[in-house]
C-alpha cells in the first residue's frame, strides 16, 4: 500500500492532522511518543457511495491510503539515521505549516511564517539528498576507474545532475527526468523527488477562508511546481467536527461560515498527487474501487483483482461512472451501447466501472 509521511516542524499540528484522518482519536497517539504512528486511511468517493444506493451490496470497499505521522521535526528526523531511513520509504510526504496562531503553542523558530518554515524543511531535506548524491558519486567514480560499465556511467550521469540542482537549491522532483532516468536513481528514495502536498494549518479565524491555500500556492509560486500541491485545514475545528454526529457536524460547520470537511478533500488531493486513480467494480455481493496509477492498462488492472483474472483476460467491459447511473444497470447501458468492449492494452480511466470477462 501506498503511504504518506506527515511531516513538519514540531509544534504544526501533525498529530492533530493524523488523528483527524484516522479518526483514532486519543489512545496512544501523544506527539511526544517516539515512535511512528501508522494508520490506513479510506478515500471518500461519492461515487462509491452512488453506485452502493444502486446495487445495495453486502460490502462497499474504498480505495485507502496509509499515512504514517512522524513525531517531533522532520528537520532533527532527516538528520537521524534509522528515522531518516523510515521518511525515505513514504510514496508522498504530506507537510504541515503552522498557519494558526496561538500564544499556549510555542512555534519552532519563533513567529508564525508559513513560508520560512517550508523553506527550512525544503532546505534541510535538500542538504540530506545532496550528502546522498556526493558519497554515492565519489564511490562510482572509483569504480568506473577499475572497469567500465554502462549503467553505472549512466547513473553518474544522472547524479551529476541531481547535485547540480539540489547545489542550486533545487528539489530533485523540479528535474525533468526520462523513465529510465528516474529508474537509475530510484533505490536513493531521495527526499526531494517525494510528491509534495503542502498543508496549511489555519487559525480557527481563517477557518472559513476556503481559498487560503489557493492564495497562498499562488502567491509563494509552490503551486505551479511538479509533484507538489497545496491544501488548508484548520485542526482545531476538525478535530471538533470529528466528534460530532451527522446533524450537529452540519450545524458547527455552518458556525464557521463552512460548508463541508475540508478533510475530504485533503485526503482526495493526496491520492491524485500520487498519481493515482480509481475504477470500480460494481456487484450485488460488493461494490469496490480499486486503485491504480494514472496509465494502468485493462491487464494490469485484471491483476490488481486476481492473478486468476489477468491470466485468463478476455476482454474487459468498461462503461462511464455517469453512463452507467443514467442507464440504470449494466444491462441498460449494454442496451444503449455505453458499455465498450475492450482489449488487453486499454487504458483504465478515472471512475470508470469495469466488468472483466475472463476464463477459467
Ligand atoms: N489553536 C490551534 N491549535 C492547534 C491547531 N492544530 C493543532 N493545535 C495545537 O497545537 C499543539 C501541537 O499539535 P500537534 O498535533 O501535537 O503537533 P505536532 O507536534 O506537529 O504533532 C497541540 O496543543 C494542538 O492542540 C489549530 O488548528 N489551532
Ligand atoms: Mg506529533
Known amino acids: 500500500m501506498l503511504k504518506i509521511g506527515i511531516v513538519g516542524l514540531a509544534q504544526v499540528g501533525k498529530t492533530t492532522l493524523f488523528q483527524i484522518l484516522t479518526r483514532a482519536h486519543g489512545a496512544g497517539l501523544g506527539s511526544a511518543k517516539p515512535e511512528a504512528h501508522v494508520g490506513v486511511v479510506r478515500v471518500p468517493d461519492a461515487r462509491l457511495e452512488r453506485l452502493a444506493e444502486m446495487y445495495k451490496p453486502e460490502k462497499t470497499v474504498h480505495a485507502t491510503i496509509e499515512y504514517v505521522d512522524t513525531a517531533g521535526s522532520v528537520i532533527a528526523l532527516a538528520r537521524t539515521g534509522v528515522q531518516s531511513q523510515n521518511l525515505r520509504e513514504m510514496n508522498a510526504l504530506l507537510h504541515v505549516v503552522r498557519a494558526f496562531e496561538d500564544e499556549a503553542v510555542p512555534a519552532e523558530g519563533g513567529a508564525v ?3 520560512r518554515d517550508i523553506e527550512n524543511v525544503e532546505l534541510e531535506l535538500i542538504l540530506s539528498d545532496l550528502a546522498v548524491v556526493e558519497k ?14 554502462p549503467a553505472l556511467e549512466k547513473e553518474h550521469q544522472v547524479l551529476q545532475r541531481c547535485k547540480a540542482a539540489l547545489e542550486k537549491q533545487t528539489a530533485l522532483r523540479e528535474l525533468e527526468l526520462k523513465p529510465e532516468e528516474e529508474l537509475a536513481i530510484r533505490g536513493f528514495t531521495f527526499f526531494t523527488i517525494k510528491p509534495v502536498l503542502y498543508v496549511l494549518n489555519l487559525g480557527e479565524k481563517d477557518a472559513a477562508r476556503a481559498n487560503a491555500a489557493e492564495e497562498f500556492g499562488a502567491q509563494s509560486g509552490w503551486k505551479q511546481r511538479p509533484r507538489t500541491a497545496v491544501s488548508a485545514v484548520c485542526g482545531k475545528v476538525e478535530a471538533e467536527l470529528a466528534e460530532l454526529g451527522d446533524a450537529d457536524a452540519a450545524e458547527f460547520l455552518a458556525s464557521y461560515g463552512l460548508k463541508e470537511s475540508a478533510v475530504a478533500r485533503l485526503i482526495r488531493a493526496g491520492y491524485h498527487l500520487l498519481g493515482l486513480i480509481s475504477f ?13 496509477r494514472a496509465g494502468t492498462t485493462a491487464l494490469e488492472a485484471a491483476g490488481e483483482i486476481h492473478s486468476d483474472i489477468q491470466r485468463g483476460f478476455i476482454r474487459a467491459e468498461a462503461v462511464k461512472f455517469e453512463d452507467l447511473v443514467a442507464a440504470g444497470s449494466l444491462a441498460e447501458a449494454r442496451t444503449r451501447a455505453q458499455l465498450k468492449l475492450e482489449g488487453k492494452e486499454y487504458v483504465i480511466a478515472d471512475g470508470e466501472v469495469v466488468h472483466f470477462r475472463h476464463s477459467g
Open 280 to 292: 470500480f467494480t460494481v456487484g450485488e455481493d460488493e461494490c469496490r474501487a480499486w486503485t491504480v
Open 136 to 149: 554515492r558519486l565519489e564511490r562510482l567514480e572509483k569504480d568506473i576507474k577499475k572497469q567500465k560499465n
Open 113 to 115: 511564517d508559513p513560508r
